[in-house]
T-cell receptor, first 115, second 111 residues
Framework: DAGITQSPRYKITETGRQVTLMCHQT?????MFWYRQDLGHGLRLIYYSAAADITDKGEVPDGYVVSRSKTENFPLTLESATRSQTSVYFC??????????????FGEGSRLTVL | RKEVEQDPGPFNVPEGATVAFNCTYS??????FFWYRQDCRKEPKLLMSVYSSGNEDGRFTAQLNRASQYISLLIRDSKLSDSATYLC????????????FGTGTQLKVEL
């Protein structure tokens, strides 16, 4: 099916473990984003990518790593998970020609709990 | 001070009521403005853009006041299905990489 999908949807892990959240989109959108959403903070940008092999930091990048070897995939890795990284993570995409519309397309979210 | 600020609510209103939310932004260089809607435990979705002259989409009216740096969303004839969190979003460059989200205002429409 076309769209943007995230996996896993739910994940429980322990402090210190590595976790990778996957994001896949079928539209060939050039821009992709990772946000985290926490109560009282709203959506905060972790990393974004303007194209394959181009990534840049957002507002809260510490503790996260991203890569974008293919246009359609944008995985987010927590190298050593901490409890403060317990959150809902949203991946989003937008075509470069649609930037001014502000219409990001979001995945359904990945709920991560770090014990 | 947060870049984008919203009253978290909740706003509890009866069906058929008119309700308005405001949002203030701190960056005077902000160029584009949007309202997103987020249902409980779901992903955010674009509701409407906000234009300088104000704009309407059915029961929804969005307005921008650049001088006072605030954006508003008015919902007329509220429906139960309007219950959601409304996110104010500001872009400083007009590009997706600079979208800043407010924390959202929760609306509950009741019978």
């Amino acid at each position: 099916d076309a769209g943007i999908t995230q996996s896993p949807r739910y994940k429980i892990t322990e402090t210190g473990r590595q976790v990778t959240l996957m994001c896949h989109q079928t539209w060939s959108h050039s821009y992709m984003f990772w946000y985290r959403q926490d109560l009282g903070h709203g959506l905060r940008l972790i990393y974004y990518s303007a194209a394959a092999d181009i990534t840049d930091k957002g507002e809260v990048p510490d503790g996260y790593v991203v890569s974008r070897s293919k246009t359609e995939n944008f995985p987010l890795t927590l190298e050593s998970a901490t409890r403060s990284q317990t959150s809902v993570y949203f991946c989003a995409s937008i075509a470069s020609g649609a930037l001014n519309t502000g219409e990001l397309f979001f995945g359904e979210g990945s709920r991560l709990t770090v014990l | 001070r947060k870049e984008v600020e919203q009253d978290p609510g909740p706003f509890n209103v009866p069906e058929g009521a008119t309700v308005a939310f405001n949002c203030t932004y701190s960056n005077s260089a902000s160029q584009s403005f949007f309202w997103y809607r987020q249902d409980c435990r779901k992903e955010p979705k674009l509701l409407m853009s906000v234009y300088s002259s104000g704009n309407e989409d059915g029961r929804f009216t969005a307005q921008l006041n650049r001088a006072s740096q605030y954006i508003s969303l008015l919902i007329r004839d509220s429906k139960l299905s309007d219950s959601a969190t409304y996110l104010c979003v500001v872009s400083s460059t007009g590009g997706g990489n600079k979208l800043t989200f407010g924390t959202g205002t929760q609306l509950k429409v009741e019978l």
